[in-house]
């Protein structure tokens, strides 16, 4: 996949990039909410909004569902906000509007998102930064992190993308936009990307 090529425009501040963590889902092949695993001393979904936070983000915000209640009791003390989403059973579309939809009525000046999911458990603030430095020295609109054979979030998008982002319909999420204007993206490589807790032999494996 050809590299992108350094340009001036459509590149932001770092202190205008906020975060959307994806955290609404039911876990069911966990059997147990994931959200709420412990990994290393915090629980995963502590863990990516802590990462967001420390990688200056603002706001970061936390889109809960399944287990809202016991998410929100996790991130306690953390500078987020929360965007719950009643509807996550209609699938993850749904949670990715609400993050958005939530981080552009409480900053509307925003310029980009970082979008995340909380089962990523290799996300680090260097990720996140790394991410916001390619679309700085890059200048493109989507940068989106490569693993193994494929590619999707963390991701940052451009403002530019927002609508269509919030447009996507079902089980469709950020990986769809991503894939139709591939051509445009630049892709950051993080083998670590590939590693993500669906099941309790996923889990198991972390340990």
């Known amino acids: 996949m050809p590299q992108s090529t350094k340009r001036t425009i459509d590149v932001t501040d770092p202190a205008d990039v906020g975060a959307v963590i994806?955290?609404?889902g039911p876990s069911t092949r966990m059997g147990t909410p994931?959200?709420?695993?412990?990994?290393?001393g915090r629980t995963l979904v502590r863990r990516a909004a802590s990462a967001a936070i420390e990688a200056g983000c603002r706001p970061v915000v936390v889109v809960t569902g399944a287990h809202a209640l016991a998410t929100r009791?996790?991130?306690?003390?953390?500078?987020?906000?929360?965007?719950?989403?009643?509807?996550?059973?209609?699938?993850?579309?749904?949670?990715?509007?609400?993050?958005?939809?939530?981080?552009?009525k409480?900053?509307?000046?925003?310029?980009?998102?970082?979008?995340?999911?909380?089962?990523?458990?290799?996300?680090?603030r260097e990720t996140i930064a790394?991410?916001?430095?390619?679309?700085?020295?890059?200048?493109?609109?989507?940068?989106?992190s490569s693993y193994g054979s494929s590619y999707g979030v963390p991701a940052l998008f451009s403002r530019k993308y927002f609508a269509e982002l919030t447009a996507l319909k079902g089980a469709l999420g950020a990986k769809q936009v991503i894939e139709k204007h591939l051509a445009k993206v630049h892709l950051m490589s993080f083998p670590d990307g590939e590693i993500d807790i669906d099941t309790p032999a996923d889990f198991a494996r972390l340990s």
Not at 34 to 40: E, G, I, P, S, V
Not at 93 to 98: E, G, M, Q, T, V
Not at 106 to 124: E, G, I, K, N, Y
């Open 22 to 24: 994806l955290a609404a």
């Open 34 to 40: 994931k959200q709420l695993l412990q990994f290393r």
């Open 73 to 104: 009791e996790a991130l306690r003390g953390l500078d987020v906000q929360e965007a719950e989403n009643k509807n996550w059973e209609s699938g993850m579309s749904s949670s990715l509007r609400a993050g958005i939809e939530s981080l552009v």
């Open 106 to 124: 409480t900053a509307p000046r925003v310029s980009a998102v970082v979008l995340m999911l909380c089962d990523q458990p290799f996300v680090t």
């Open 130 to 144: 790394g991410l916001i430095a390619a679309h700085r020295e890059t200048g493109r609109a989507i940068v989106a």
